[in-house]
């Protein structure tokens, strides 16, 4: 099977860096070979290989996540068994929970399964953002985080799901035109409907029964695990002048989610 | 002094992970900022034990933050590196092979260079005897500008040099690949690119142009350190730390 799959992809190397989403579903079958190994079956397997061996692959499954985290990419199960984990499969469920004791205590970051059904995991910030001062070092962040943040706002403000005219109306009220190339952003309507959405930021979906089709947002898991709504609330509430309390339903979803994250 | 790992260490390392390189006096600033933040000792002189703190959890996942001089500025700069392997690991991720390709010929120009720069005209000729697929004009000069946005070359005027953060982390790299071409600073001992050469033909010694600043600041009749030779070159000035450009 992992020969055909080799062909289709010749122009490659077969330490495939670039990995494209089209070949989602040939994926998914790939995943469903791979069974959790049972915890008598991982111990057999650590019993076979040495401490360096172990850590030496907890090595490679925490680069690959920190690699695949720079672009804010999700990581599948199924790629990080296929492309870093391979032989050592049986003990998987001891290479990842290494790995999560790794960014937790080294890095302060969470590693956090975003889709239990297709086992994608993310990394998240486990540090308080929130500081009195300014850093002196900025990380340089990504200009389209802005954007996100308003239409988070947007989706957050109007309780979870708004169609999708909604977002490009109040996008085309700041200036930012999807129908057009943003100097910054590029191919807008492409950022948000796709690379949120790859990023799990956004979910983009289609409205049933509608005609024309229509599609309309939520928030994607990552920006669950990720964004603070009463972050949200407190730039709404200096936007426009007004006491995060005034929007109760949203105050007390933003304070009733903080505590369980 | 404890070698525990504080989220202040956390907060550092993932600053690192977000710029690669800071040079000191950032690295001072962030460290401060740190402690502060999450309420952990500070003092002025021991940026260097944290950092040994942090490096020693990062050490099993082959990854360092490690000391370096720029040669341009000569001030001294701390950079997240890959210890992984000595080739080009950590671009692997980020550069096709052919690009990766070229990237290794840019160094050979600038490491066979005497200067330690290579022209945008021979970096483009280079890629008539590229093996892999070989890239276009345009495709070239995209790739350089992405080169030096990632912080692997710096550019000016159409002349390349490797960058400081380049130089850290591939410093083992460069002396095990170009062993009979690279030559060390004769003052600090690092390799050294932009430099200023001994004319003595049977010295030849490197030295780096903030080095010769450094050590011939106030002699009359610079020589050699190594022959004792006259040194002919025009001596720079020692750059202050508050006039550093932006990198
Ligand atoms: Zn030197
Ligand atoms: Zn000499």
Redesign the interface.
């Known amino acids: 099977m992992s020969q055909r799959k080799r062909l289709s992809n010749t122009q490659s ?1 077969s ?1 495939n ?1 670039r990995q494209s989403s089209s070949s989602v579903t040939q994926e998914e079958d790939e995943d469903a070979t791979f069974t959790q190994p049972s915890t008598s079956q991982v111990q057999r397997g650590l019993e076979k290989l040495t401490p360096a061996q172990v ?1 030496q692959k ?2 490679e499954v ?2 690959y996540f ?2 695949k985290d720079q672009k804010k990419i999700p990581v599948r199960r199924a790629d990080l068994v296929k492309y870093v984990v391979k032989d050592y499969r049986t003990i998987y469920p001891e290479i990842i929970k290494r790995a999560a004791r ?1 960014f937790e ?5 969470k590693l956090v399964e975003i889709d239990p059904k297709h086992h994608m995991y993310i990394l998240v ?4 953002t929130a ?1 009195s ?1 300014a ?3 900025e ?2 962040t990504n200009p389209k985080m802005g954007l996100l943040f308003v239409i988070l706002s947007v989706i957050f403000m109007k309780g979870g799901t708004v169609k999708e005219n909604l977002i490009w109306n109040t996008l085309k009220k700041l200036r930012v035109d999807p129908g057009q190339k943003h100097e910054e952003f590029g191919d807008v309507k492409k950022v948000v409907t796709d690379e949120f959405v790859r990023q799990k930021y956004l979910e983009y979906l289609r409205i049933p029964h509608t005609e024309p089709v229509e599609y309309e947002f939520r928030w994607g898991p990552r920006a669950d695990a990720e964004v603070s709504k009463a972050r949200i609330l407190e730039f709404m509430g200096k936007l426009h002048e007004q006491d995060p309390r005034s929007w109760t339903q949203q105050y007390r979803e933003a304070h009733a989610t903080q505590n369980s994250s | 002094m404890s070698r525990q790992l504080g989220d202040g260490h956390r907060r550092f390392l993932q600053t690192m992970m977000g710029v690669y390189i800071i040079d000191e006096l950032k690295a001072k600033a962030l460290y401060q900022y740190c402690c502060e933040t999450f309420k952990m000792q500070c003092a002025a002189d021991r940026l260097d034990e944290f950092i040994e703190t942090i490096n020693l959890k990062l050490q099993p996942m082959f990854m360092q933050v490690r000391k370096g001089m720029s040669e341009e500025n000569g001030h001294q700069y701390y950079a997240l590196v890959n210890t992984a392997e000595t080739d080009i690991t950590r671009m692997t991720s980020d550069y096709a092979d052919n690009e990766l390709e070229l990237f290794r010929k840019t160094m050979d120009l600038i490491v066979g260079s005497e200067k330690g720069t290579a022209s945008s005209t021979d970096i483009l000729n280079s890629t008539d005897t590229m093996t892999s697929k070989k890239l276009k004009k345009s495709e070239t000069e995209h790739l350089l500008t992405r080169l030096v946005q990632d912080k692997w070359l710096c550019e000016k005027r159409g002349e390349y040099t490797l960058s400081t953060r380049c130089i850290i982390e591939m410093e083992p790299y460069i002396r095990s690949m170009y062993q009979d071409q690279v030559k060390m600073c004769h003052i600090c001992h690092n390799v050294a690119f932009q430099c200023q050469i001994c004319e003595n033909p049977s010295c030849g010694i490197k030295i780096h142009n903030p080095c010769v600043a450094r050590y011939f600041k106030g002699k009359m009749e610079p020589q050699c350190p190594a022959c004792d030779d006259f040194w002919p070159h025009e001596i720079p000035e020692v750059r202050g730390l508050r006039s550093q450009s932006k990198k």
């Open positions: 190397s330490q860096k850590d907890t090595a925490v680069q920190l690699m790794t205590q080294v890095f302060g970051l910030n486990n540090l308080e500081t001062r850093a002196p070092v990380c340089p």
